[in-house]
């Protein structure tokens, strides 16, 4: 046995990466700042942290990279939903099914779920193909700690002397940000760097149209390029800005000191594109998993029936033909049971059939 966490990405996380933003349409998080942190009492919106991504264009994409056995992936469909979820396209037995059974009535669906992974590095490929899809929340399913672990969690805010900074870095205050401070550098080069132990580390910033690109490393090694645009539509503009965003996260880490940097990317004359860095965290577990993230050559543990698992159907099934434990990502992540997600439909989902359909 083994500490298995599951990780809650929001669809607004940068971690989550979109082919073209002018193909998606969002809320904007500025008009209600707070509102990544309040309950649906408050929001009247059944999508996590009141937001969602959603395209009614043929072909529109959504990513992830991930390291991880489990995963989940919540949203919604217009009236003639038709989607296509892709695993780990570059492996050498990848998985790609697709699902055109109608279910917007149900609020936030489960579009698909498995238990069934290989623990290993995955990518996963969301396509729309029908007349719409929104994507609201995605769930992780990672191993942080050995049998029977306890995990200890260290926050550190962006004013921590753990932290080292180069270059120009800008300190803010806003009612808003952990601890009501940021800090936030421009241009490329500028980094900030930490020395830790631990098995997993998460890191939390804005995202706003006028930041871009950003580098993780770890010890050394590049391990991520995410882009901290929110994605609203519109050109580079300090604009649709979200708090408490997801910048990066790494699990699996071995016993033993770590080096983490994130360095700040983008062009240097033109448009200077922006990092908001607010805090992170890391987790030390009492015991270290002896679990190696695998080099699969297929997404699942079973790659003989994953393989031959039908490429159609509805999404509530596991890739490898199996019920997916669904039960445990929605108690993790607080996502609400059909009958809540049908008392909500009065308040969101008319809209949002309305906006299909329009």
Known sequence: MSSKVNLTVDDFDPIVAYSNYDEWTTPNPQDNPTWFNASQDVTGSQWHQATYHLTTVSGAQASFNFTGNGLWVYGGTGTSPNYTITLDSSSSQPFTSSYSTPNLTDGRTLLYGTDQLAYAEHQLVLTNHGDGLLLDLIVVGVELGGDSATLANTTLDDRAS???????????????????????????????????????????????????PYSVYIND???????????????????????????????????????????NEGPSSGNT??????????????????????????????????????????????????????????????????????????????????????
């Open 162 to 212: 753990e932290l080292q900074y180069s270059g120009s870095w800008t300190q803010q205050t806003g009612p808003n940000f952990y601890n009501q401070t940021s800090t936030y550098t421009g241009g490329p080069g500028p980094y900030f760097e930490l020395n830790f132990t631990g098995s997993a580390v998460y890191i939390y910033g804005d995202q706003v149209n006028d930041h871009g």
């Open 273 to 358: 594109t922006y990092f908001d860095f607010d805090y992170l965290e890391y987790t030390v577990p009492s015991v270290y998993s002896s679990q190696t993230v695998e080099s699969a050559s297929c997404p699942f543990t079973n790659c003989t029936s994953a393989s031959a698992a039908s490429t159609s159907g509805t999404a509530t099934t596991g890739a490898a033909g199996q019920s997916s434990s669904t039960a445990e990502a929605k108690s993790s992540a607080g996502l609400p049971t059909s009958a809540s997600n049908a008392a909500l439909l009065a308040v969101a989902g008319t809209w949002l059939l309305r906006k299909f359909i329009n």
């Open 221 to 263: 090694t590049n391990v991520a390029t995410h882009t901290g645009r929110s994605g609203c539509g519109g050109g580079y503009a300090k604009y649709c800005e979200k708090v408490h965003g997801l910048a990066f996260f790494a699990g699996s880490l071995p016993e033993g000191q770590h080096t983490l940097r994130l360095v």
